[in-house]
């Protein structure tokens, strides 16, 4: 048994009359309320007019007995509706009482056959308030009984019938009164109940929605929205109203036959889940201008709606939305954390094996020909010899503390623990300095090293020991791969509030597949591996770091036997470039033909370039 809520109005009475299958049910348990108050009342009134009839007509007769009998049929339904629980089965019996006892009163008590009227009516009213679809069944049945008795019979005026039978009518008319009374009251707390329960099923479903943030679409077969429960506020620009048509405009165009799909596929009974994308605003510009639509992903759950039997409610569906977007980039962004783990993995046994190669060579000839020199058997007994085995033990020596230096360079950029120190300097005389540095290896090369110099050069704001090293990196690999009599020349210029170095050479080029990997640590194109140079593919990394740390930019322009030309962009004050730290960025171009002549200076004009020799 459903027990009922404190402030209930109906006697505990009724609630334990209620059955278990409608406990938890208010709209249910509302209807099985009143229809047990209608019939108790009636059974009550019955029960109460029999001492009544007794102290006024005195023994009852077998005609007034079965009357009272049927009389009780209204008390039977409701033992009926308790035992059961099947409030159609109950609402049944109780119309046929009715039917019975009009039938009876006028087979049995000639003269009442306007109280068979009456009962009759009862009768229709009781089956008009049924909700249930097997009353309209009930409905034409009573109305053609009572149509075929109307005719049949031959009625007394109403006058007459309360001046002969005032008393039984009094005694039979008043519960019919209070028995109509009770349905309509009944009726009307049903719908209160209804009413009730709608509100707060569209309030916890608001609340729950709202809570989880997903959005309850009622669909049609044809996709098009009768309802949105769900504030969407938060995830549509509801500018435009969701209902009709206008979801399914904002689906993206991709999506739409999955949608419908899905929508199909619920309509036959299955439970669909769909990924689309749907329009959530449009992206603009700094004038408010459109640009281009805003999609979110969200996940579609779609399923059919349950049907009352009414008709084409079958049809519908319901379409559960959940904003997947953030979910989605989420995953994207642990993919790409993955991959990047992935790489620095990858990338640190490429560093042993690089490094352990790269040490290796010149340690091996440091111990080699330090150990021929320190051994009287095999130790060179003429000085050149010594000497030439002594240059080789310090040469592999400074190569050996070039690779440290740059591994620790290499390490503090990319670990960020690499801090430039700016102040002003001339840039023009750093330049010198490098190009003066670096012309002894030029001469033993027999590369010709030109520098030209745009007049408005003046002072930067950067780390100048920074710049002396990007400059050394940049000259030393143009040097390097250039062939004997070719040209390596260095060109300051400045573009705005930025100065742009360029190393440019006649070498041997950069293959257009090398290209995309160039300022990787240990790197090596393919040109420099087949000319055999010493090298650690270190020199572009660094140079790579150290203008990301100034916040500057590198283009490298290359190409097979076309030269390379590397230009680095810095601002003129360093300490406003809004720099990350992270690494710069390298635009590449890919080079067809014959290198440029070294002497065109781009973007300059010849006016303002100076040749120093």
Avoid at 158 to 182: S, W
Avoid at 349 to 369: C, D, K, M, Q, Y
Avoid at 548 to 573: C, F, K, N, W, Y
Wanted: hydrophobic share 50%; with cysteine; glycine share 8%.
């Amino acid at each position: 048994m459903s027990s009922i809520a404190d402030d209930s109005p109906y006697p505990s009475c009724v609630d334990a009359a209620l059955h278990e299958r409608v406990a938890g049910r208010p709209v249910e348990e509302a209807r099985h309320r009143a229809f047990i108050i209608a019939r108790l009342v009636v059974a009550a009134c019955v029960l109460l007019s029999a001492p009544l009839f007794l102290f006024f007509h005195g023994a009852p007769t077998t005609s007034d007995c079965v009357l009272f009998l049927l009389a009780q049929i209204p008390l039977a339904s409701v033992i009926l509706l308790s035992r059961a629980g099947d409030l159609r089965l109950a609402r049944s019996l109780s119309i046929g009482g009715w039917l019975a006892m009009a039938t009876a009163i006028h087979a049995l008590m000639p003269g009442y056959d306007a109280l068979s009227i009456a009962l009759l009516l009862v009768a229709l009213v009781e089956a008009a308030l049924t909700p249930d679809v097997g009353a309209v069944i009930v409905i034409e049945v009573v109305a053609i009984a009572a149509l075929a008795l109307t005719a049949g019979l031959n009625l007394q005026a109403p006058r007459e019938l309360l001046t002969e039978h005032a008393t039984t009518t009094v005694l039979l008319g008043a519960p019919l009164f209070l028995y109509i009374a009770a349905l309509v009251f009944g009726a009307v707390r049903v719908e209160q109940a209804r009413a009730c329960a709608e509100a707060r099923n569209d309030r916890d479903l608001m609340l729950l929605t709202g809570a989880v943030g997903d959005i309850l679409l009622h669909l049609d077969r044809a996709g098009f929205v009768n309802a949105v429960l769900g504030d969407g506020r938060h995830v549509f620009d509801l500018k435009r109203d969701l209902i009709g048509r206008e979801f399914f405009k904002r689906i993206h165009v991709a999506d739409r036959p999955s949608f419908l799909k899905a929508v199909s596929d619920a309509v036959d009974g299955k439970a669909v889940a769909t990924a689309v994308r749907v329009q959530v605003g449009v992206a603009s510009n700094a004038s408010s201008e459109f640009v281009a639509p805003v999609f979110n992903s969200f996940e579609a759950r779609v399923r059919r709606a349950q049907s009352n039997g009414e008709e084409g409610e079958a049809e519908a569906v319901l379409c559960v939305l959940r904003d997947v977007n953030a979910t989605l980039e989420a995953d994207i962004a642990r993919a790409a954390a993955h991959a990047a783990a992935e790489r620095a993995a990858t990338s640190n046994v490429r560093l042993l094996a690089n490094v352990s190669h790269e040490l290796r060579t010149p340690l091996n000839a440091i111990i080699g020909f330090s150990q021929m020199l320190a051994t009287d058997e095999i130790a060179p007994s003429e000085p050149a010899k010594q000497r030439e085995y002594a240059s080789i033990i310090s040469d592999s020596g400074h190569h050996l503390l070039e690779i440290v230096n740059s591994i620790l360079d290499m390490s503090k950029i990319e670990s960020g623990a690499m801090e430039i120190a700016a102040e002003s300097f001339a840039l023009r005389t750093l330049a010198d300095q490098c190009c003066d540095m670096m012309q002894l290896k030029a001469d033993q090369s027999g590369v010709t090293l030109a520098r030209e110099y745009a007049d408005a050069l003046g002072e930067i704001v950067a780390d100048k020991r920074g710049c002396r090293q990007i400059l050394i990196n940049l000259l030393s690999n143009a040097l390097k791969f250039t062939p004997r009599g070719g040209t390596v020349k260095l060109l300051l210029q400045v573009e705005g509030n930025h100065v742009v170095v360029t190393v440019a050479d006649d070498g041997a080029g950069i293959a257009a597949g090398d290209l995309a990997r160039l300022g990787d640590p240990f790197f090596q194109a393919r040109a420099s591996l087949e000319r055999g140079h010493e090298g650690t593919g270190l020199g572009l990394s660094v140079v790579r770091g150290l203008v990301g740390l100034h916040g500057g930019s590198i283009t490298i322009e290359s190409g097979p036997q076309a030269g390379t030309m590397v230009s680095v962009r810095l601002p003129l004050d360093c300490r406003n470039s809004g720099a990350t730290g992270a690494p710069a960025r390298i635009a590449t171009i890919a080079r067809l033909g014959a290198p440029p002549s070294a002497a065109v200076v781009v973007g300059v004009e010849p006016a303002t370039v100076k040749k120093i020799a």
